[in-house]
């Protein structure tokens, strides 16, 4: 976890760093303690009204990759200095027409003990084709927990920046004004 001012500083950080051309906008900076998720906006393809969904949608994908390659070496120099600074791999993405792509990012290995009755549901979600492993299966859990208790997730995650601040300014934390040994 990292506190508000972290983030804000990365977030800082990285609109300072990054080339004025590379996104119309900086939309969304996520970190957790494997990575930093950079996510901007690029101009969407210019179509006339009238064109099918299908082509709208190619012509989205069209520019997602023309854009993941046009920028591939500029992304990869602040993603070395990134990484260098935070110690925390780079991972980027685009929104671009109402669609959002995620590039390459971190698959995280988490292990776990389940117990026989939390192992039958992951099972039971392999039985019925939603998932094809446990570790499948566990992710799709861990997405449909994330998409309905988001407000939940939230208000904790405040709360645990709320015990940051806390034990930042306790005794152990380092002062300017601290007391001197004078023997």
Do not use: N, Y
């Amino acid at each position: 976890m990292i506190t508000s001012e972290q983030r804000e500083k990365l977030r800082g950080w990285l609109a300072g760093r990054l080339p004025d051309d590379l996104f119309e906008e900086l939309t969304e900076v996520t970190v957790d303690r494997e990575e930093i998720t950079v996510i901007g906006r690029i101009p969407a393809p210019h179509l006339a009204q009238d064109v099918s969904a299908a082509e709208r949608e190619a012509a989205v994908e069209g520019r997602i990759q023309e854009f993941r390659e046009r920028t591939r070496d500029a992304r990869i120099a602040v993603a070395r200095d990134a990484e260098h600074r935070f110690r925390r791999k780079v991972s980027w993405g685009v929104e671009c027409g109402g669609e959002r792509a995620l590039f390459t990012h971190v698959a995280a290995p988490v292990m776990t003990r389940l117990r026989q009755p939390e192992r039958q549901v992951l099972d039971t979600l392999i039985a019925g084709g939603v998932a094809r492993s446990r570790s499948d299966a566990l992710a799709w859990c861990v997405r449909l927990v994330q998409r309905h208790t988001d407000d939940w997730l939230t208000e904790l995650r405040e709360s645990l920046e709320h015990v940051q601040r806390v034990r930042a300014q306790g005794p152990d934390a380092e002062s300017e004004e601290a007391p001197k040994d004078t023997e």
